[in-house]
């Protein structure tokens, strides 16, 4: 079971980012502000993790000192405040499909930025390294098959209908000239800043470990940068107000799954198996994502999508096979440190100097 909790709790991670999803997209309908939206779902969360952080870590964390929270800060910057508000804007130029399956460019993302930075290695001669390679490949092909082939119109036999679907007319509408170009180059930005952060953090969290504190201070430090850009971008004060409905409950969610619960675990997972373990897992929120759609808010799926996700699914575990082979093959190479200790010392009872049969301790060791 050791083995398989990181696997479970990044299925449970983008199982939370897939019900943001489909909350953020109910509530951008009834025309809430993308900006105003990440500012209130960066207040809920940090509000819900301060206390767990002050509990379980208010006094046995590790001092923070002012370059540590600069780099916390930035990376807020980069990985929260950019990542999100671009990302909204380019769906507004852009469709829902193609928002969707552009995500799954953060494993390819993540991985080149890791081996560029020697933290993955890939090694194209042995079967394992060929592996992974071809899972990105089969990720890219995937994409493309989302992106540009729609295909016959799939209905489901049953679906619940939350909201009506707009459909046709708001793709065609977002697809129309330069917007659409804009658009696509804002979501390719915002899923680089994404893998970046992703990559970024497993280097921060290597000295400062503490990733509850780590997670809250990166929600404040978000709560406030998203505070400034939408005052900055949004005037009208209806937008500010919260009622009983869709949007409070996207903004309730988000903060405490999302924003609180599943940054935490997130952070959790890439300190124990590393950021392109976590990236390689996003087709499965898209597949969850997919379903959610289709059942809970009646829109339609067509062959390109099923057949997208199909291929998908194949590259997650063509590149987890792979990095669990060479993770194998690199256990088989080498002893654990304690056998390696125990051995040592064993053959050097065994084997005396006879020599020197009253040894002095050197003073160079």
């Known amino acids: 079971m050791g083995s398989k909790k990181p696997f479970l709790v ?28 990440v500012f209130y779902r960066q207040v809920a969360g940090t509000i819900f993790l301060f206390p767990f952080a002050m509990i379980f870590e208010g006094k046995n964390a590790k001092p923070l000192s002012f370059l540590t929270f600069c780099k916390i800060f930035m990376l807020a910057l980069l990985g929260i405040t950019l990542t999100l508000n671009i990302y909204g804007v380019a769906l507004v130029y852009t469709s829902a499909s193609l928002g969707a399956a552009t995500l799954n460019c953060i494993p390819v993302v993540t991985f080149a930025f890791a081996v560029l930075l020697r933290m ?21 092909a995937g994409v493309v ?21 707009r459909g046709d007319e708001d793709d065609h509408h977002a697809s129309s000239g330069k917007k659409w170009i804009l658009g696509c ?8 800043c994404w893998a970046l952060w992703l ?22 430090s978000s709560a406030v940068q998203s505070f400034l850009v939408a005052i900055a971008l949004e005037r009208d004060p209806h937008q500010w107000k919260l009622g009983w409905n869709v949007r409070l409950l996207a903004v309730v969610y988000c903060g405490i799954f999302v924003t609180g619960v599943a940054y935490y675990l997130q952070t959790w997972v890439i ?22 759609s289709v059942f809970l808010l009646g829109e339609t799926i067509n062959l390109g999508s099923v057949l997208g996700a199909i291929l998908l699914v194949i590259s997650l575990y ?15 190479g080498c002893l654990p440190v304690q056998d390696q200790t125990e051995y040592c010392s064993t053959q050097a009872k065994e084997t005396p100097d006879s020599s020197n049969p009253n040894p002095r301790p050197s003073l160079s060791a």
Do not use: R
């Open 271 to 292: 300190a124990k198996k590393g950021p392109v373990f976590h990236a390689v897992m996003t087709p499965s929120n898209l597949v969850m994502t997919i379903l959610g």
């Open 199 to 220: 990559v970024l953090q497993a280097k921060i969290l290597k000295s400062y470990p503490c990733k509850l504190t780590f997670t809250t201070i990166q929600c404040l």
């Open 120 to 140: 993955e290695t890939v090694t194209v001669k042995t079967v394992p390294g060929i592996a992974k390679v071809a899972g990105i490949l089969v990720c890219m």
């Open 185 to 192: 180059f804002l979501l390719l930005v915002s899923c680089i």
């Open 145 to 165: 098959i989302l992106a540009f082939f729609k295909g016959p119109i799939l209905k489901p036999w049953f679906h619940l209908h939350f909201q009506p679907h």
């Open 10 to 37: 990044a299925l449970l991670v983008h199982a939370f980012s897939s019900g943001m999803i489909l909350l953020s997209k109910a509530a951008f309908n009834m025309g809430m502000s993308t900006s105003v939206f």
């Open 318 to 332: 063509s590149v987890l096979w792979g990095k669990s082979k060479e993770q194998n093959m690199g256990n088989l």
